[in-house]
Nanobody, 114 residues
Framework: AQLVESGGGLVQPGGSLRLSCVGS????????ITWYRQAPGKEREFIAS????????TYADSVKGRFTQSRDNAKKTVYLQMNGLKPDDAAVYFC????????WGQGTQVTVSS
């Protein structure tokens, strides 16, 4: 089983990015997908999750109202739309499956700077 993140980049404060998380090697539609991020010198933190059918979506307070998740099980992909980005959002973003998370991938770097 593997998950691969993409879509990161450099964006100005207030800007937007859409991250993608593509799964393979497991029944993607049977699992929740979780999003985490890790900034330099900080622990990895949970920021969002979406259930297997895309109905129940949970967000950390730090991103609530700015980030939105969606999923396309036919494409084995979960999206994280990030709007109103702040410098504090700069981090490497990771996704994983729940339950039975797999080894963390390389993540995708998000840089927020003017």
């Amino acid at each position: 089983a593997q998950l691969v993140e993409s879509g990161g980049g450099l964006v100005q404060p207030g800007g937007s990015l859409r991250l993608s998380c593509v799964g393979s090697g497991f029944i993607f539609s049977a699992y929740d997908i979780t999003w985490y991020r890790q900034a330099p010198g900080k622990e990895r933190e949970f920021i969002a999750s979406i259930d297997s059918v895309g109905v129940r979506r949970t967000y950390a307070d730090s991103v609530k109202g700015r980030f939105t998740q969606s999923r396309d099980n036919a494409k084995k992909t979960v999206y994280l739309q990030m709007n109103g980005l702040k410098p504090d959002d700069a981090a490497v973003y990771f996704c994983n499956k729940r339950p039975a998370p797999v080894s963390w991938g390389q993540g995708t770097q998000v840089t927020v700077s003017s």
